[in-house]
């Protein structure tokens, strides 16, 4: 890609070809988790390992199931990073070791848990649930913060603005001069984009930021780059507008931050900044270190850490 962290480009029909150096779109993974739900792992990829401080993405299902059969994932622990659910369809129930038990995350809600310096926790559905809808991300700490104490908020209520026939949810960060009150700490942006009909409007873009869009549901052109649930379209820094078309019951997540200030180290459910701090965490968690406390609630197994690779790759 071109290196145009220090070049604003304002959008016009006459610069398209030159908007278009900015943008690449790469293929998504998929895999299954659990039964039968498959998930779109987007980032962290070969091709792209975070956009600002994005360091993760999975989108999940939609999936139907039988009374009893959905997602069940036991403790498992946390350090260096922010998760955040957005949840599209379905309901899920979060406990944690701080001492959060079954709470529940509807549609249109966000549960932000914040790892810091070492957390545990589990993600069920409800017994009586049969489907789920929903896109998971990590959000890497800065250098200041990731060591700090864990916490967990619900959001049950964010800002919503209708424009162009686009309902725009802002999820975190501001947006069409609209705040979410997601608490994170890098500059980042995050925003749900759905239209019921298919509608055209144009984006208004920082130029400091890095933007990934990926579809969750339907189908969408961004500046002329198909984007579809198996690909994820990627912009570098410069731009400052941007068109979009979004196809009939489409729904789009728009991600954007400024470049992470450090390269990162992620590895299973970790995020740090040397190997060798990632290695004590997993001993940590085997031997039931108190960093990661216990969740009594939860009846069943704790995940067990994988074998520890001999090398990693930083993500930047």
């Given amino acids: 890609m071109t290196n145009t962290h220090d070049t604003e480009i304002s959008h016009s029909d006459d610069c398209e070809k030159y908007v278009n150096k900015f943008i690449q779109d790469f293929q998504i993974r998929s895999a299954e988790i659990g039964k039968g739900t498959v998930i779109k ?7 792209k390992r ?13 999936v139907h199931f039988k009374q009893g059969e959905g997602l069940d ?6 350090i260096g990073l922010q998760t955040f659910t957005w949840m599209i369809e379905g309901t899920m129930l979060h406990s944690d070791s701080l001492g959060t038990v079954d709470q529940l995350i509807r549609p249109k809600q966000v549960n932000l848990m914040t790892a810091g310096h070492g957390i545990s926790h589990t993600e069920v559905a409800p017994a009586t649930e049969t489907k789920m809808h929903a896109a998971q991300l990590w959000i890497a700490l800065p250098d200041a913060k990731i060591d700090m104490a864990p916490q967990f908020d619900h959001y049950p209520e964010l800002p919503v603005v209708e424009k162009d026939g686009v309902e725009f949810t802002i999820l975190v960060g501001e ?3 609209t705040t979410s009150p997601v608490k994170v700490h890098t500059e980042l942006l995050g925003v749900d984009l759905t239209a019921k009909e298919k509608t055209k409007t144009r984006l208004s873009l920082n130029p400091k930021f890095e933007y990934a869009f990926m579809a969750l549901e339907g189908t969408a052109v961004v500046n002329g780059h198909e984007l579809d649930q198996d690909n994820l379209v990627v912009l570098e ?3 400052t507008e941007l068109d979009i078309e979004i196809h009939e019951g489409g729904r789009i997540l728009l991600l954007g931050g400024e470049p992470f ?3 990162i180290l992620l590895w299973w459910n970790f995020v740090g900044r040397t190997q060798e701090e990632l290695r004590i965490a997993r001993e940590q968690w085997i031997n039931k270190d108190p960093r990661f406390g216990s969740i009594p609630s939860y009846i069943g ?7 520890f690779p001999d090398s990693m790759r930083p993500s930047k």
């Fill in 261 to 263: 200030e450090s390269p």
């Fill in 50 to 62: 975070m956009i600002g401080a994005w360091c993760f993405l999975d989108h999940a299902g939609p």
């Fill in 175 to 177: 947006f069409l001069n």
């Fill in 73 to 78: 994932v036991g403790p498992h622990p946390h």
């Fill in 41 to 47: 792992r987007a980032l962290p990829s070969r091709e």
């Fill in 237 to 239: 820094p410069g731009l």
């Fill in 301 to 307: 197994e704790s995940l067990k850490a994988p074998v």
